[in-house]
């Protein structure tokens, strides 16, 4: 089973951008599909976006579609996950998660973003 640690995360301004990476440890990352979620101040945690194991399939939840991009490095046990023209409705924790089969059962400890208007 993967560790999965985040970071990158960040206080930006409205319009700004930020690159936040989710490193895992442990054997086996390139079988792994990745996602990334976020839950803001008393609302329940929502996906963001998900890469299949091998990278080239791609889905995005509607409110950061065209905004936001997923991304994996296989080699560096890395997916990132690079957020443009961030919104203040975009402040949340973001976590990392990883899964084999239909459920992600493996998370981060998440990392804070803030954007400010």
């Known amino acids: 089973q993967v560790q999965l640690v985040e970071s990158g995360g960040g206080m930006v301004q409205a319009g700004g951008s930020l690159r936040l990476s989710c490193a895992a440890s442990g054997r086996s990352f390139s079988t792994y599909i990745m996602g990334w979620f976020r839950q803001a101040f008393g609302k329940e945690r929502e996906f963001v976006a998900g890469i299949s194991a091998g990278g080239g399939n791609k889905n995005y939840a509607d409110s950061v579609k065209g905004r936001f991009t997923i991304s994996r490095d296989n080699a560096k046990n890395t997916v990132y996950l690079q957020m443009n023209s961030l919104k203040p409705e975009d402040t949340a924790v973001y976590y990392c998660?990883?899964?084999?089969?239909?459920?992600?059962?493996?998370w981060g400890q998440g990392t804070q973003v803030t954007v400010s208007s």
């Open positions: 998660a990883a899964r084999v089969r239909l459920e992600y059962d493996t």
